[in-house]
């Protein structure tokens, strides 16, 4: 462990006649014994105060030292070494920011709180936030506006997690952030208009960490602020993160980690090489899709099985409330709970007659839809439903999941059974059962021991960068090794695709532990 | 040859599906084959107009470096190389302040202008100013005050050199600074306090180099500004430039250099070592303690002789003007001629009766004056006098200054006959004559080709740290290798001042070029 921010005891020899060195000189020059003989930078608004500081606490004391990538930076100076040094960790997701305080001492995980994306009144999905970007509103632009309420976000979970701990935002010494590249184009205020366009490219994939204040972070003001770098627009800082996280790259066996946002991100590799690639596959599983869709919160049906013989159906709701809706894990166990009781089919059509079906399959629009939870049972005063244009979705997102997966192992020329370990990441991870999402053809075929949820791998990765200097020398070794493969233009991709659009696919070969029932 | 700021040709190979990297790290890419594989660090405001300028001229162009201590920073971008690039040397003196364009590119002086110190209103002199800094007025401190003052000189400066060369003052792209410790504290806008108290202990030495932008200074935002460092409160950043300027240390022979202003600086030294003290030796020669002193301007008496037989004084004013007052060469030259003409006697009291000084001894307070001038020659109306006070006042003056020399060279065991040479930088190298100074005791008894004017070494140093890097390493290695002897305490010197106390000293086998009048 070594943190971005260190302390180190200082106590320097008094000025005399005879030894007439700056005070600030006499500073850094009894902190370069720490420091391989290298003497701090000290920024030019912290002279005066870290001076003033060392000279009030009669030369001796506590110095705080940066450990920026080109050098050791000091910033502040303390006449009793503080019991905590604190740093932020941030996951800048689109629809919820999530943060930690880490005390930089000792690694320790001080708190951690969640706020809603206080940008999400200007669009809850990226590309309307990119295209609101480009808005003249009175003096500002979409782009300012989108600034500051993410920054409006970020001080309030800065607030609300400082107050927890008895300490001042003031006193956070690091910031470390990540999020999908649009998120970081937004927090750092860069036109994100090239980001969704061909060829799709970031203005900044690392920016060199800087200072709180430079950005108007309400933060110490020589915080660092270090950002995860972008591979491309569509393989933010959030993934690496993961790979951190996961420990991808420091693996003999090679691996394979899913993360579900907006889009599917797929990285497949160990420590030798890393490949990755991203497609839209997201939708139906954030809730964005199906009718009764929602995110996995209180009142969410987060898990469902339909009995075979009987087709009685049992969920289970997030907190055990009374049902408001299905998050994505809630629409996988009900997709496949259906296929396996027969009341769809392999393309996922309902048999209308099938007697498992009985009194639960109802008119709906042009077609018919399944009474997932009725009207009296329900939380939200109507019948919880799954139409037959919500499993369509659902079918095309599962064949571009398992296409994907398909592809980029493919490229390597790796088999799915040669995976030591599937990671998944976030929510999604979290929530899905992999043996219904399996079912489905979604994810491969494999013993379920080799799935293994990640948690916020985003929010654990800047974790890590805050406190772990081998972390953060992985990043930079990550950026260099990882090979991108752009599916948007992917020939094998669609062919693929093609073929996963059936339960669990048209070659049942490939999922020989369920049942094909044509 | 190596500027602070250089600019290096870009022909990137344009985005596409297939190589996403963002704008700015595609730039830092293609950069870094200039700077030995590493990559510049972007400053957070500069990340967006450098992208957008790199992206807009077709991602080929010229990119603009500056060369920090602790690596290369990319500021700007422009589509077409420009034909100069400009920094700004500046030498902050405490009367004025003398500043040059210099072309980065060529290493061509462009243009070079002085203005009058805009703190001059709250003190000629410096110990008036650091106290007056202490002072609150209103909301501001005395010290905001200087700092606003010395800032307006630097911009009024920097308009007129930029208008000259028809540029803008944003375009200047490296601002190289040096002065007196107590000018640099002013212009940093550091506390002063320490520095005029024992043990005269300044803020900061050395200031590690910064953004214009965080100075307010109005320059371009990331110009580079750089600090001649200092090593105490009396030996300044002004006295470093003129060591790289003499080039005292780089030379096998051992030489010395003399800076007379406030105080006088002296250094021995040469490539293996540095010596150096400071005393107060200066204000006679400056012009602040002869009641008819003036600085080296137009109208100043610069030189003058007086006919040993008859008497006659012939002198010579700067730019020909009728005589204002005399300034500190004319000084030297008239109490040399007096004492040659035996019209004062060793101690430097006249002698009321001796012929040559006949019709030109007249009442003076307590004691007597002799004219320089008459009433009707003068350009201001009353006669130019050098009273016996004005005498007394010079005759310190040069007991001081040998005794410094004396002091100095005993301590490393050097005689004066061995030293290569001697430079004497600025108004006071270049006006004085050091024969005259040499019948005075004030310098050494030496051939006179041993003494050579240096001109304004504290802004040619200045100049120098813009275009040379080789002056840049030396710079450190100066700080490093400069042993710094207080006087103000020294014992040695104190019996040394008194044997200098009579003309050209107690000791005449140390003048033998200098006749004995006793």
Redesign the interface.
Known sequence: MQSLVQLYDIEATP???????????RLKKALSRYLEDRKP?????R??PV??AFRNSGFKGCAAVIHYP??PRLVDFFARAPEILVGMALDLGTTHLEASLVDLLSGRILERDTVENGQLEFGTDILTRIHFAANKIGKQTGLDLLHDRVLASIHSLAAGLTGKVGIEPGQIMALCVSGNTSMAHFF????PY?LCR???????????P??AS??DLKLHPEAVVWIMP????YFGGDLISGILASGLDRQEETSMLIDVGTNAEVVVGNRDWLIACAGAAGPALEGGVARMGMRAEPGAIEHCAIDTESGRIEYQTIGGKPARGICGSGVIDLVAGLYLARIIDIRGKFRPRQPQAAGRLVPHGDGLAYVVVSAEESGVGEAILLSQLDIDALMRCKAAMYSILATITNQVGVAFHDLHRIYVAGAFGKHISPRQAIVLGMLPDLPLEVYRPLGNSSLAGAELMLTDASARARCKEVMAKVT?V?L??NQEFMIRFSGSRFIPHTDHTLFPSVPFYN
């Open positions: 000025p005399s006649l005879g030894d007439n060195t700056g005070d600030l000189d930078v000290v920024p030019f608004h002279i005066a001076a003033e080109d050098g750092l205020k860069q036109n090239h061909e060829p799709y490219i970031p203005v900044v994939n690392g920016p060199d800087f200072a430079e950005l972008s591979i491309g627009s991108y752009e948007n233009v």
